[in-house]
């Protein structure tokens, strides 16, 4: 979350640096938060965000961080510095980052929970799987939050997720927690 609060103040256009968060609470009128701008993270604790559009500090939101599944952005093809590229091209480079950065990335995620450690390391690999395959699938996602249409895994790296609409051309990305999914349904569907 601080990655993207610090790409989103680089950024001039409020639709370049629009958000959806996703939420595991049922005590909001939606598991969606559309058109937010971070403007706060608080350690391993909280985050604070507001409307992309709106000019002064309150009103604001703050989540404990523990309650924020995941996000997504939607790719603004008019522009090459919206979070969309810089998701993108942090997922393409996940691959690359040195162990240490890994260990400095995950102390808030399943990593550092025992509990949670067999489940992800599982649920790991069966997304790690059906990205090897190209497989769309249906994440399950904690609170319920149900994602528009079945998606692809893009990366996996570490405990966060990605998810595409499109493995070719892809127009949304989705950022999701490990710890935040629940399971996955593979529908039925041909191989190229």
């Keep these: 979350m601080r990655r993207i609060q610090t790409i989103q103040s680089t950024i001039v256009l409020p639709r370049d640096?629009?958000?959806?968060?996703?939420?595991?609470?049922?005590n909001v009128a939606s598991n969606l938060i559309s058109n937010q701008v971070i403007t706060n993270v608080n350690n391993c604790s909280t985050v604070t965000f507001k409307n992309v559009d709106q000019l002064t500090n309150v009103p604001r939101t703050t989540f404990q961080l523990n309650k924020v599944s995941g996000i997504s952005v939607t790719n603004n093809p008019a522009s090459s510095t919206d979070v969309f590229d810089f998701l993108l091209a942090y997922a393409n480079s996940c691959d690359s980052k040195p162990p240490e950065?890994?260990?400095?990335?995950?102390?808030?995620?399943c990593e550092g929970n025992y509990s949670n450690s067999c489940c992800c390391k599982t649920l790991e690999a069966e997304l790690q799987a059906a990205a090897n395959?190209?497989?769309?699938l249906?994440?399950?996602?904690?609170g319920g939050i149900p994602l528009p249409t079945s998606v692809f895994v893009y990366r996996v790296c570490g405990c966060l997720v990605f998810f595409v609409d499109n493995l070719v051309a892809p127009t949304?990305?989705?950022?999701?927690?490990?710890?935040?999914?629940?399971?996955?349904?593979?529908?039925?569907?041909?191989?190229a």
């Design 17 to 26: 640096k629009a958000i959806n968060l996703y939420v595991n609470t049922m």
């Design 101 to 109: 950065d890994y260990s400095n990335l995950y102390n808030c995620g």
């Design 133 to 136: 395959f190209g497989l769309s």
């Design 138 to 142: 249906i994440p399950l996602i904690n």
């Design 172 to 191: 949304v990305i989705y950022a999701f927690s490990l710890c935040s999914i629940n399971g996955i349904t593979v529908p039925p569907q041909t191989l």
